[in-house]
Structures are given as structure tokens and as C-alpha cells.
């Protein structure tokens, strides 16, 4: 228990920021922005989207190309064309790019079109996929199970860090709770706490959290001010076009209004928004 | 469902000001502070607290006097003694006074001592004793039960107003979930869903939510970035000799620390801190 | 801690009956059925449920005279009128009748009308309403809250107690929880954990649990084979024109099946649905 | 939607058969047993555990060899040796064998090894690896997930149905919830609806639910009484020296007794605990 790579010690507290691009980490002064659609659609979209985050100085590009999905009947992504998009924003526009990986046969394609990879809620304690994971040299962004314990992030957390790979960020996106309001509940305390209990750097998706677009912006703000990192939202040139997850979307226009309401708040936390990429970009 | 007077119409949106007393009001561009012990304890116990709100311009004071304890053998509270010491602290510091009833008969004898009369938790579907406080004419605190949904809060308060009393106050107070890391979850999706849907104010207790007086202060920060009306939270001269709940307590130390780390985000938010009520005195 | 009146002792483990009626208790190898409708509505309605309780040897009619509703405007129950009507089945046909109790006002009145006294979930920690009926000679079934731990609902139980009144049987009822197939999630390891802590006798309400008619026969089975002392059902003439909770109501007919479905269940158990009161009737 | 594979149909309602085994199905009329340890240990271990087993008519032998575990430092289980040890015990005592697989990269292996190929809670939602089971010829066993609605259960199944096999069994274990007296709560109602919903068999896990040994007994009868067409539990020759789950393995005696306490609930379920395998053993 004691030997814990994950966690915090005394003779070197605080986050250590993981490095995501050669000229972006996250854990430091800047908040980490990641935005960007639920699923991959076509070009136009992810240049589209482009161009809004770049106006806004954001150069973090989520978007899924391999979609876990309930049904089995629901459209399951773009797959290895979705991959191929996102790499050319990449090449394109200097984008950093963070995708799921589902499975470990789609480690290698997925490392070599993206920056991050992403571990889904739903593969939390995907423990194989998480030990290969733990063997590659990409960043990991892992996200918290739908009813994960703290503890049990940490653990797994713990599987990537043991087998070599240090470059994990925790991503919090709600936990299943009985209010049908939203689709799931926030669990800020718990990003307080994992912010005292591990040096690894921990953002917020409060996108999955809400469901909802009308309070992402206020569950954003309230992300920063709790501590979080970073954040990582959906958004889409038309939501209700989306084809997954459309009511969660906010429209590019919603976007600028959303980076220009969180400002103060990030301000208020001494946390910059203009990441050094964009300067250089 | 249509005519719901807890409900914010199209017309009329936004929050309606809830006046507490004569220079206060909560849910106006004042964020509402209010502070206390857990318990009564003694006259110099509420005059040491008492004298570090008024330094820092908070004039509201919580503290109960009729103590809801999961087992009948723990202290129940002064009682009818705790009532007056808090009594005192309106005479002579012009406090505003917020104390628990739990009990119809209890209310005669809260509403003479207190100037806001809260409704705990455990008894937010009590709804012989909402009825009754439907009745009088003192603003009421109502708090979230541990597993009421959002619709369920606004029915309690549904039913103070049906009686006549329009003066409610919401309060999130975190729900009962499944990890041992902190008491309760705080569910600030729930407190922006609120803030939406009623023209109530909603105020946070981060305090009942955390257990844990290590992350109140991040708890604090994020409730008010999300749109809070104010916040409610524990303090005791002594923590770890306060009678009950001492792990959530703060320190009147950590107090001044707390309200010197939550200003730049009020002022984020574009509300202020420092009540009318302070500066008259 | 060790002086808990409501836990069991390694010299004088197992259940203890409670005492009911003069020729009935719960918590002996009898299975106490108790059914009724939601809401009594009318003498008819009773008078017909009756015939048919009596008819299968169940002498325990439930029915809600005060009702607790979400909403000030539902139904609140016909209140005194109801419990009359109630009365006039324990005088015309010898029934045990239960009933909810919302209110220390409402005490003596529901006393002087029924055998039992039944809290509901919501009520479960109204701590001056448990110091109350601690102090009448009536038996209280003492409902658990829908995120009450069982250690809350025993400390619950220890309020009445504690003021003097030992005849406590404590209901299983259904938890919250996130899956909307069913209402609550009946929780029959807290029933087996509940057995091996307290002398107290436990029963089941799969009704409310269920929230659905189909599935409360299996609840039904599943209940008496995981030990519990007896069962409390809606059922109502008509349960599509019940004034609540229509979609969880058994039919009469259902009634007749579902003491049939139990009894091999039951027979297996070593409990006897056979009351003596009926015997005697 | 209309055409969900899973889903009982208006013509053919009822449960489906899984054939197990040459002789062996659940579903039917036989109440489908299967016993064993959390983890193999060694054959001495599972030697004695098969004796008692088949002293009992038991023929289904559980035991992990590739164990889930939170950390990556717990005993991961003897892997491919543990696959070899199961085996022999099919091979010398004609046992049918279930054990689960965490990666698709063990399909083979674990095939070739076992009967029953049992995918765990952490990965019911593991959409690469259901898929790949639905390519193989043997039955699954889909354990439901912490906070995994029933409804996507029965998407996982469909998974595995969509790609051509069949032969899915269910099973609930127990879910997610807030109180720490059992380590989680049996959702028996979701039994009960499963049974209606699918035509797929449903057995019950009460070891895993209960975290505890003295109530799983009680559980197990009411897991038969809701209409279970199984049970799956862990026994150990010596639980407290188990190197996993130490709490909630019965020993072998205790097995005994269960196996005799368990009896007259089935028998008034008119399910048979003798399996024609046995017989012909």
C-alpha cells in the first residue's frame, strides 16, 4: 500500500503536469481545453470545428472514432477513416488530438493517429487493456467509472503507471446517482480530494456529467474553481444533427460564449487559458 | 403541474429576492454567508464566533439549538437554552439568526429566537411540519433530503408556499452515494438545475457534503461558481472538542483563510461579500 | 453503544414476537399478512377488500387515512373519515387495522382508530414523532427510509424504545437507486442482516419496493424465503381507479393467487399463513 | 428496437434452455448449481472442493483463473497453470467447468480449458470483447455491472447474440448502493424483471452480493423463491486462508448445510438441485 506510485508523497506534494505535445502539458498554470464532437462525422465537421477552437486559442481536439456504444445497433463510429480525420487536423492546424481506445488490437492504429489516448468509463477496470496500455509511450486520459470509488481510479491508474507509463490525467464525468435531471451527478468533492491524493493531474468532463446542455457552462465554472486541470466538452456545428449524444452538444456559437463566461473564473483560480501552442501557432 | 408556484415563470424568470431581514436579503447580487457551530455549545463559544463573523462582515449566525442526532443517547442540543444564546447574539451584535425546528411545537418558540427557521434533511417530506411553517411569517432554510430528487425539494417547498409563506430558501446539501471518501456528494448539476427551474434562491452547505474539512474551501469556491446564492458552512473556535460533527468543522482561523480564498471568485461571479447589513454596523 | 435495547444478545438471540392483537403477534413461526388498499376510499371499497382477506384467513388490513404526497395537491386521504371507516372493520369483521401516523397531533386520534401504527419512510427519522409513540401502548411498524442504512433505521427503532415502547416492527421497503425498471430496489440482504442484529421482527412491503404489479408475487416469495416475518401488500378492487399508486395495487383476484403462489413458499419456510384469529372468526 | 434479440416474444415467451453440457442446460426445470473457489489455487484445493461437489449431485465447477483484481499488485491468479488444473477436474471427474475471461487475447485459451466462459462485472460493457465472444461456441455467463442498468445488461447480451451466439445466461450480483453492511445490494426485483423481459436463463450470485458468509444462505433461498433459474457460489476448503474474497466463502461443511437449507425452497419451486449429469456419473 505504501509504495503507491500514484499517490502523493510528503517530500514532493502537488501535481506533477503530464506532458501531452511538445509544447502543451497539463497539471500546470494553464487550464487544459480539450473540445470537440461526441463522434468523428466527416471532415467538414472537424474542420469546422477547428477553426472555432483555434479562434480561441484552444488546440486540443477530442473526437470519437471508435464508439462504445450501448447498442450494438447504434452507429459505432468511423473507426479507422474516423482516425485518419483527426490525424489530418494533426498535420493540418497543429492539433493535439485525444481519442478512446476500446480494445488492446486498436493500440497501435489509435497511438499512431493521436496524442492522448482515452480509457472510456466503461473500461475503467479493463485491466488487460489498461496493463498494454501502460507499455506504450502516449499520455493516458482515464476516465472514472459510472459507480468507480475513488480509490479504485486510483487503482487503476496504478495498473498503467506500474508497467512504465507515468503519463496518466484523471478525468471525472459524473458518477450514476437516482435524479433524472441530469444524466449523471458532478462529483466536484471527489476531484477535490483525488487533487490531494495524487500528483496526477485530473480534469473534468462536465459534458457526460450534465446530459444537458443548459448547465455545462455552470458546472464548467464550477470544474475550475473546484481545482480541475482541465476540461473536456462536446461540441458540434449543429447539434441537434449529431449523431450521438445531441442533447450534451454545445453549438460552436455556444462555445465562444462558453470560453468567454469561464475566463473570469479560470482568471479568478490564476489559471491562463492561452496555452503557449496557440501563441507559437 | 402548470400552476406550481415554486416554479420560475416565462414572464417572470430569474431569482426572487428573499428578505431576511430588514438590511438583508438572499438571492440578490449579495452572495449570503452564513456561519456557526454545529451546536450551541455556550454563550462564549457564540460570542468568539460572533466576533470573527462581524470582522469579516458576515452578520448571519447558524447554529442548532434542537439538534436532529441519528441515536437518542447523543447530546440533542441546549434547547430552549441554546435558543436564547442565540437570541443574545441578535440583541447585541444584530445577527442574523438561523436555527433548526424539528417539531411543530417547537416553532412558536424557534420562530421568537431565530429570524430564519431551517428544516434539516431528515425532515424535508415532514410535511405536517412544512405546512405549519406555511404559516408564519419567518423566511425558512429547506434542505435537500439525502435522496430527494430536484422535483421532490420543490414540492417540500411547494407546500410552505401553498400555505401562504413565500419566503423559502432552498439549500443542496449533498446526496447519499456510494464512496467512503467523502460523507455525501455534492450535487452542484442539481444546484444549477435549481437555479433554472425555480425563482428560488439555493444556497450550499458544503460542509454536510464533505465530512471532511480538508476540501470545504474548494467545495465553497465551486457552489458559488455554479451560480450558489450563498453558502452555509460549519465553524468552531475548537473543532476537535465541537460536540458534534468535528472533522467538518472550520477553525475560525480557516475561516478567515476561507473568506479571504472564496473573494476573487464572488468577484468573478459579480457578487459581492460584504452585506449592507455589515456596514450599517 | 453496548447498551442498545434493540440489538440482540448472545443470551437470548432470535426474534422476539410482537404482540399485535390479543390473538395475534409477528414474529413467530406465523407469517404476518397484512393487505389493504393504498388510500381507503369508502366503506365499500373496504367492506369489499375485507370479504376478501377474510375469505383467505387474513385478519390485517392496512389503509391510508392521513396520506404523505410529493405534492400539496394530490390526495392527502379522507383523515378522520378514513380512520372511522377503518374502525368500523376492526368492530363489524375483527380486523387488525394498521395505519400511518404523520403527526404527534395526529397520535391519540389514529391510536384510538387502529391496532398498529405504521411510520413511513419519510418519517423515519422525525425524531419527535419517534419519541412520541415511544411513549403510547400501541405496536409501531417502523417503515425504513428510502436511504436510511440499517444502522439508521435500528437507531430509529432505539427512539421508540427507549421511551418505553418495545413493541417495534421494523418494514423493508425498497432503497433508491438508479435503475428505473422498478421503483426501488428491495433490499433483501438488509432483511437477512437486520434478522441476525435485532430481536425486533422484520417484514416486507414488496409493493412499494416494486412499484409494479407484476413482479411483486416474485418479491413476495423472495421475501418470506429470505426469512422475514411477514409481508404488507396494496391491493384494491380496482387498482386502475385506485386514487394512488394504481400501478402497484393487486387486484382481489390477484390477491386469491398470490396467497396461493406464497403458501408453498411459506409451507417451506415452516411458517403457517393460517392466523388463529381466524380460527376463532 | 422491435428487433432486440434478447427480448421474449408475444409467440414464444418463457425461457430458452442454455445447453450447457452434453447432459447438462439451465433454464429448464433444474435448478442450475455451480460451486467453487474464487481463485484456483492448487489441485489439492480444487480435489476436495469436486468431492464435496459431486458428494452433492453438483457437477458445475467454478474457480478463477484470470482474476480481476483492483490492484495490480493482488494475486492476478495462476493463469494458464489454473486453466490446466480446471481441466483435469473435467477430465477426471467429468465437471463442467465456468471461469472468466478478461481479454479476447484468452478466448482461445480459456475455451479450449472450460465449458463456460464467464465475463465479469468490470467488463459488461467491454463491447470488443462481447463482440469476440459471440463468435465462439460456448455458452457465456454475463455477470450484470456494479451500476449497470437492466437494460443495458441486456444490450451486453445482445452484443454477444448479434454475433451469433446464442447461448448467453445472465446473471445479478449485485449492485452499487450506500449501505457499508453488505458490500452490495442483491437486485432481486431486476430478477424478477429479467425473467419477464428475456428469454435468456437468470442465476443469481449472493457471495459476491453479500461480501458476508451468515447471510448467504437466505439469500440464495430467496434468489430461488424469485424465480432464479441458478445459483453461483464460492466455497474454499479453508475460507480464511482463501487468497481472495476471505469473507464470503463458505466452507465446506457450510456448503453442506446449504446445499441441505436451500432443498425444500427449491422442491416448492418445483426445480430439481439433482442433475441428470450426476445421475449418470
Known amino acids: ?32 481545453i480539450v473540445a470537440g464532437p461526441c463522434a468523428v ?104 467509472g459510472l459507480a468507480a470509488t475513488l480509490d479504485e481510479l486510483l487503482w487503476a491508474a496504478e495498473y498503467i503507471l506500474s508497467e512504465g507509463n507515468e503519463r496518466v490525467i484523471l478525468c471525472e464525468r459524473g458518477i450514476r446517482s437516482f435524479d433524472p435531471e441530469t444524466r449523471n451527478v458532478l462529483d466536484l468533492g471527489g476531484v477535490a480530494v483525488l487533487k490531494r491524493q495524487t500528483h496526477l493531474p485530473v480534469i473534468v468532463d ?5 446530459g444537458r446542455r443548459d448547465i455545462i457552462t455552470d458546472l464548467s465554472k464550477a470544474a475550475i474553481a473546484v481545482g480541475a486541470d482541465g476540461l473536456i466538452i462536446e461540441i458540434h456545428p449543429n447539434p441537434q444533427k449529431s449523431v450521438s449524444d445531441a442533447n450534451q452538444a454545445l453549438s460552436l456559437e455556444d462555445f465562444s460564449d462558453w470560453m468567454e463566461e469561464i475566463a473570469p473564473i479560470a482568471q479568478a483560480m490564476g489559471r491562463s487559458l492561452q496555452s503557449e501552442a496557440h501563441l507559437v501557432a
Request: hydrophobic share 40%.
Open 1 to 32: 500500500m505504501t509504495n503507491r506510485l500514484v499517490l502523493q508523497t510528503m517530500d514532493d506534494p502537488g501535481t506533477h503536469p503530464v506532458q501531452i505535445s511538445p509544447r502543451q502539458s497539463c497539471g500546470d498554470s494553464n487550464l487544459w
Open 206 to 210: 462536465p459534458s457526460h456529467a450534465a
Open 41 to 144: 462525422e466527416s471532415l467538414a465537421q472537424l474542420e469546422q470545428i477547428t477553426q472555432t477552437l483555434l479562434q480561441h486559442g484552444v488546440t486540443s481536439l477530442r473526437g470519437g472514432a471508435f464508439k462504445p456504444r450501448t447498442s450494438p445497433y447504434s452507429f459505432q463510429g468511423l473507426e479507422e477513416k474516423g482516425l485518419q480525420l483527426l490525424h489530418q487536423m494533426r498535420q493540418q492546424h497543429y492539433m493535439t488530438v485525444i481519442t478512446e481506445v476500446m480494445a488492446i488490437e486498436q493500440i497501435d492504429l489509435v497511438a499512431a493517429h493521436a496524442d492522448v489516448l482515452q480509457v472510456g468509463s466503461r473500461n475503467m477496470q479493463n485491466f488487460a487493456l489498461l496493463k498494454a496500455l501502460g507499455k506504450i509511450e502516449k499520455p493516458i486520459l482515464l476516465k472514472r
